[in-house]
């Protein structure tokens, strides 16, 4: 079992920056270097969609398209945290963010594919 719990959220003006993180912990002995872990979004009246995530099969770091060069999504392996920084935020940005991980490499277009989720944190960006 996993456990993710973001933080980080809040209200912020269009332009604004914002950092989330995510604290995973499980079992004794977790590693989140084994899991893929993302960071997905939903706003009000639309479906979840994935924003960035890091697989744990590359190693790489992926972005859906509307936040690349924006965004920025990191590790800190130390203490099983990850990280997303927003830059230039844009009122379309406004959603609940979640954390998710999986340790079958699910694909960032599929939030149905990952089995741990967090709770959520607001992420407010006024025009």
């Known amino acids: 079992q996993v456990q993710l719990v973001e933080s980080g959220g809040g209200l912020v003006q269009s332009g604004g920056s914002l950092r989330l993180s995510c604290a995973a912990s499980?079992?004794?002995?977790?590693?989140?270097?084994?899991?893929?872990i993302g960071w997905f979004r939903q706003a009000p009246g639309k479906e979840r969609e994935g924003v960035s995530c890091?697989?744990?099969?590359?190693?790489?770091?992926y972005y859906v398209d509307s936040v690349k060069g924006r965004f920025t999504m990191f590790r800190d392996d130390a203490s099983n945290t990850v990280y997303l920084q927003m830059n230039s935020l844009k009122p379309e940005d406004t959603a609940v963010y979640f954390c998710a991980t999986d340790s079958l490499n699910p694909s960032l277009n599929v939030p149905t594919a990952w089995g741990y989720w967090g709770q959520g944190t607001q992420v407010t960006v006024s025009s």
């Open positions: 890091i697989s744990n099969s590359d190693g790489r770091t």
């Open positions: 499980g079992a004794s002995g977790f590693n989140l270097d084994y899991y893929s």
